[in-house]
């Protein structure tokens, strides 16, 4: 083997050339994404149980602790409640109905009413029969015990300076959307007072369909009503009640809705003029009768409570004038 035999042999190249280098480089690139790639998707999937369960640890903790709150509370039995009934004023009644359903189910028993008729019962010259002990029974037992306790029980703790909020003078504007089922007026020995009776007009669609189907059910349990102490036929109704010196004749407004109320004082400035105009719906745009009533001293908006409503049980004596003129046939 000569000198001239190598110099002149075949170079084995050592590097690699730069596109063999280019392609080493990207895949050496892709294979550390590719090991990245799966390195964050480990972790997102220990991140994703990690989180699933603290979530069914919270959800355990929030049902133990809601399970704890439920089982905290006593259920005492209703005859506890009963007892405790029997110490409670007729202005707490509301407030201890609200307590729980218990006490609220004690309120609608004749012997709670009973009892609370029982203890704040005192006689008024003025009662009328119906509300009087012999005649009370167990149908509208509740209604009947509540304008007995204002004959007797109310006013009687109004005169010594209590704050008596509920008897406070109601203005005849928040009688609009209210239908005239009634309206009649009688003669006084100075003035005239004219009375309109306006029922609230329920926002139910289909009420009358309501109405006859609830009709329907309560005929066939008649026993069952009979014995209903929270029974109220003037339950939603009001009287607007206007005392007049003088005469006025006025247009059938019964089967209306009041839409609009307007008070004028009258050029002396000692009465006014109250406007009342009716429509058939609580639509004011709908208006077809008007009211007006002149030379109007005062009124007063009555509940069903107020030992002035106009009941059925309470009689009113109208004089009616006399006339020597005859008919005759």
């Known amino acids: 083997m000569t000198i001239d035999d190598s110099a002149n042999a075949l170079r084995i190249p050592t590097k690699f050339k730069k596109s063999v280098r280019n392609v080493s480089n990207e895949v050496k690139q892709e294979v550390t994404k ?83 008729y029982k203890s704040y019962y005192k006689f008024v010259p003025s009662l009328p029969e119906r509300l009087q002990p012999q005649c009370q029974r167990l149908y509208g037992l509740r209604a009947c015990v509540i304008r007995a306790l204002h004959y007797n029980y109310f006013r009687t703790s109004e005169g010594e300076g209590d704050d008596m909020s509920y008897l406070r003078q109601e203005e005849p504007h928040s009688l609009v959307k209210r239908k005239c ?23 139910i669609r289909n009420s009358l369909w309501k109405q006859n189907k609830q009709c329907d059910v309560k005929k066939t349990e008649f026993l069952e009503t009979l014995e209903d102490v929270a029974v109220n036929p003037e339950d939603g109704c009001k009287v607007l009640r206007v005392s007049c010196s003088k005469y006025s004749m006025l247009p059938p407004v019964i089967g209306l809705v009041l839409q609009t109320v307007s008070i ?55 004089e009616l004038p006399q006339n020597n003129d005859s008919w005759e046939i």
């Open 34 to 116: 590719q090991e990245e790639e799966l390195v964050w998707d480990d972790t997102d999937e220990e991140n994703l149980l990690k989180d699933n369960i603290k979530g069914r640890r919270n959800r355990r903790r929030s049902k133990c602790q809601n399970n704890n709150d439920e089982d905290e509370g006593i259920d005492y039995p209703s005859d506890i409640w009963f007892i405790i009934s029997e110490y409670i004023q007729p202005e707490a009644v509301g407030k201890f109905a609200r307590i729980c359903k218990s006490s609220y189910y004690v309120t609608t028993t004749g012997k709670f009413w009973f009892h609370l």
């Open 181 to 203: 089922i009634l309206m009649w007026h009688k003669e006084g020995k100075v003035r005239w007072y004219f009375y309109f009776k306006l029922k609230e007009v329920s926002k």
């Open 264 to 318: 004028n004082l009258m050029p002396g400035f000692r009465e006014y003029r109250l406007q009342l105009g009716f429509g058939t719906s609580d639509v004011p745009s709908t208006l077809t009768n008007q009211i007006i009533l002149r030379n109007v001293i005062g009124y007063s908006i009555l509940n069903w409570w107020d030992p002035a409503y106009p009941h059925q049980d309470v009689g009113y004596t109208i």
